[in-house]
């Protein structure tokens, strides 16, 4: 696993440009990168337990955070974007998502109950659990597509976006549950 402490430089140095998110993903093995989003999605897990739904519901007038209901919805309904770059870059038969996020920002939902968010997390991580150890070793690491938004990708880069977007809406749920405790 890639710890936090280098992890959030990595995504950082991508996200800004310094480097291309295929150089980004070269730094790490494949094995570990896929370990740590799975560790990831953990946390994530581990974040909805003991909420309300009030807590999850909760949005907040002074962070600029969406309430932890928008930001699992949102990681949901993406993933199905990553699914299909995972499968278009792979050798794999298997069947592409449907409904998949075109744009940022697609598939947030407010007030969705906890219990809801939980067992659509659960069957989302299981969905993809299966595209990556169905593809993770039947894919040619030097074929590359360009992407507008993240320029050229790969397998590995792929994973890591993936992961880079777990990242970034666990550290906002983190952050949400700590704001919805408080009422700010």
């Known amino acids: 696993m890639i710890p936090s402490d280098i992890l959030n430089p990595l995504i950082l140095s991508a996200f800004t440009k310094e ?3 295929l150089e980004a993903s070269a730094r790490h093995p494949l094995d570990e990168l896929i370990d740590t989003f799975y560790a990831t999605r953990m946390l994530t897990h581990e974040a909805l337990q003991n909420l309300t739904d009030e807590q999850v519901w909760h949005t907040s007038t002074v962070h600029p955070f969406w309430s932890i209901s928008e930001s699992i919805t949102h990681l949901i309904h993406t993933q199905g974007f990553y699914h299909n770059k995972l499968l278009d870059i792979s050798t794999s038969q298997l069947p592409h998502i449907v409904e998949a996020a075109r744009g940022f920002g697609e598939g947030a939902k407010q007030k969705i109950p906890v219990k809801d968010l939980i067992v659509s997390l659960n069957a989302a991580t ?35 976006l993936l992961l880079a977007h777990e ?18």
């Open 19 to 21: 480097i291309t998110w």
């Open 126 to 160: 299981e969905r993809i659990q299966v595209i990556i150890e169905q593809t993770r070793n039947s894919h040619d690491p030097e074929k590359t597509e360009r992407n507008p938004a993240f320029g050229l990708c790969n397998y590995r880069t792929w994973i890591l």
């Open 167 to 184: 990242v970034d809406h666990l550290r906002q749920i983190v952050a949400m549950k700590r704001v919805s405790r408080t009422g700010e």
